[in-house]
Protein backbone atom coordinates (compact mmCIF):
# COMPACT_ATOMS: atom_id res chain seq x y z
CA UNK A 1 0.00 0.00 0.00
CA UNK A 2 1.75 2.86 -0.90
CA UNK A 3 1.00 6.49 1.03
CA UNK A 4 2.56 8.98 -0.73
CA UNK A 5 1.53 10.94 -3.26
CA UNK A 6 4.09 13.15 -5.50
CA UNK A 7 2.80 16.60 -6.13
CA UNK A 8 3.75 17.81 -9.14
CA UNK A 9 2.17 21.34 -10.43
CA UNK A 10 0.65 21.09 -13.74
CA UNK A 11 2.76 23.03 -16.42
CA UNK A 12 5.97 22.20 -14.12
CA UNK A 13 8.91 20.64 -15.83
CA UNK A 14 9.71 17.11 -14.23
CA UNK A 15 12.24 17.17 -11.56
CA UNK A 16 15.58 14.64 -12.49
CA UNK A 17 16.14 12.70 -8.89
CA UNK A 18 13.83 14.05 -6.62
CA UNK A 19 10.20 15.65 -6.21
CA UNK A 20 9.00 18.96 -5.83
CA UNK A 21 6.71 17.93 -3.10
CA UNK A 22 5.38 14.46 -1.58
CA UNK A 23 2.18 14.28 0.27
CA UNK A 24 1.84 11.23 3.24
CA UNK A 25 0.25 9.87 5.84
CA UNK A 26 1.50 7.06 8.49
CA UNK A 27 3.70 7.53 11.40
CA UNK A 28 6.99 9.81 10.72
CA UNK A 29 10.55 8.70 11.83
CA UNK A 30 12.58 11.82 11.39
CA UNK A 31 16.64 10.56 10.71
CA UNK A 32 19.01 12.93 12.28
CA UNK A 33 21.97 14.29 10.35
CA UNK A 34 24.13 11.34 9.29
CA UNK A 35 27.72 11.74 7.46
CA UNK A 36 29.49 9.39 5.53
CA UNK A 37 31.56 7.27 8.69
CA UNK A 38 30.71 3.54 9.53
CA UNK A 39 28.86 2.65 12.30
CA UNK A 40 31.96 3.32 14.39
CA UNK A 41 32.37 6.54 13.79
CA UNK A 42 35.52 6.27 11.72
CA UNK A 43 35.73 7.24 8.35
CA UNK A 44 36.67 5.00 5.29
CA UNK A 45 37.55 7.14 2.31
CA UNK A 46 37.96 10.97 1.82
CA UNK A 47 35.77 10.18 -2.06
CA UNK A 48 32.46 12.35 -2.00
CA UNK A 49 31.08 9.40 -3.81
CA UNK A 50 31.97 7.05 -0.96
CA UNK A 51 31.18 9.58 1.59
CA UNK A 52 27.54 9.96 -0.24
CA UNK A 53 26.98 6.24 -0.28
CA UNK A 54 27.88 5.40 3.14
CA UNK A 55 25.88 8.27 4.82
CA UNK A 56 22.57 7.28 2.47
CA UNK A 57 23.46 3.47 3.81
CA UNK A 58 23.81 5.03 7.49
CA UNK A 59 20.49 6.91 6.78
CA UNK A 60 18.90 3.14 5.63
CA UNK A 61 19.98 1.61 8.72
CA UNK A 62 18.49 4.00 10.94
CA UNK A 63 15.09 4.15 9.41
CA UNK A 64 15.17 -0.05 9.61
CA UNK A 65 15.51 0.40 12.90
CA UNK A 66 12.41 1.72 13.16
CA UNK A 67 10.51 -0.26 10.79
CA UNK A 68 11.14 2.02 7.51
CA UNK A 69 12.36 1.74 4.22
CA UNK A 70 13.73 4.17 1.35
CA UNK A 71 10.32 3.93 0.00
CA UNK A 72 9.44 5.70 3.51
CA UNK A 73 11.47 8.35 2.90
CA UNK A 74 9.21 11.79 2.06
CA UNK A 75 12.46 14.21 2.29
CA UNK A 76 15.55 14.49 2.03
CA UNK A 77 18.24 17.34 3.20
CA UNK A 78 21.74 16.94 1.92
CA UNK A 79 24.60 19.75 2.89
CA UNK A 80 27.65 19.56 1.22
CA UNK A 81 31.23 21.22 2.00
CA UNK A 82 31.80 21.39 -1.87
CA UNK A 83 29.15 22.25 -4.80
CA UNK A 84 31.92 21.87 -7.63
CA UNK A 85 32.92 18.41 -6.29
CA UNK A 86 28.64 17.17 -5.66
CA UNK A 87 28.49 18.94 -9.49
CA UNK A 88 31.40 17.09 -10.66
CA UNK A 89 30.62 13.41 -9.89
CA UNK A 90 26.47 13.70 -10.43
CA UNK A 91 26.91 10.49 -12.15
CA UNK A 92 28.80 8.62 -9.57
CA UNK A 93 26.38 9.82 -6.82
CA UNK A 94 23.23 8.97 -8.51
CA UNK A 95 24.61 5.51 -8.93
CA UNK A 96 25.37 5.21 -5.27
CA UNK A 97 21.60 6.81 -4.34
CA UNK A 98 19.87 3.92 -6.59
CA UNK A 99 21.66 1.08 -5.16
CA UNK A 100 21.00 2.54 -1.63
CA UNK A 101 17.57 4.06 -2.05
CA UNK A 102 16.20 2.61 -5.07
CA UNK A 103 14.27 4.45 -7.26
CA UNK A 104 12.61 6.95 -4.85
CA UNK A 105 12.68 10.07 -5.07
CA UNK A 106 11.83 12.22 -2.12
CA UNK A 107 11.51 15.77 -1.85
CA UNK A 108 15.23 17.36 -1.37
CA UNK A 109 17.05 19.87 -0.99
CA UNK A 110 21.11 20.52 -1.46
CA UNK A 111 22.68 23.23 0.21
CA UNK A 112 26.40 23.96 0.27
CA UNK A 113 28.18 25.23 3.52
CA UNK A 114 31.37 26.21 4.87
CA UNK A 115 31.88 23.23 6.99
CA UNK A 116 30.28 20.10 8.88
CA UNK A 117 31.60 19.60 12.61
CA UNK A 118 33.45 16.41 12.01
CA UNK A 119 36.17 18.04 9.84
CA UNK A 120 36.78 14.74 7.59
CA UNK A 121 32.63 14.94 6.55
CA UNK A 122 31.96 15.73 2.72
CA UNK A 123 28.07 15.57 3.31
CA UNK A 124 25.72 15.15 5.92
CA UNK A 125 22.13 14.08 4.77
CA UNK A 126 19.17 14.40 7.28
CA UNK A 127 15.51 12.89 6.70
CA UNK A 128 12.25 12.62 7.16
CA UNK A 129 10.17 8.89 6.10
CA UNK A 130 6.52 8.16 6.61
CA UNK A 131 5.37 4.89 7.46
CA UNK A 132 2.16 3.43 6.59
CA UNK A 133 0.31 2.59 9.83
Request: a neutral charge; aromatic letters at 8%.
Amino acid sequence: MTTHTILQPAGWAKPNGYANGVAAQGRFVFVGGQIGWNGQSRFETDDLVGQVRQTLQNVVDVLAEAGAKPEHVTTMTWYLTNKKDYLGNLAGIGKAYREIMGRNFPAMAVVEVTALVEDRAKVEIQAMAVVPM
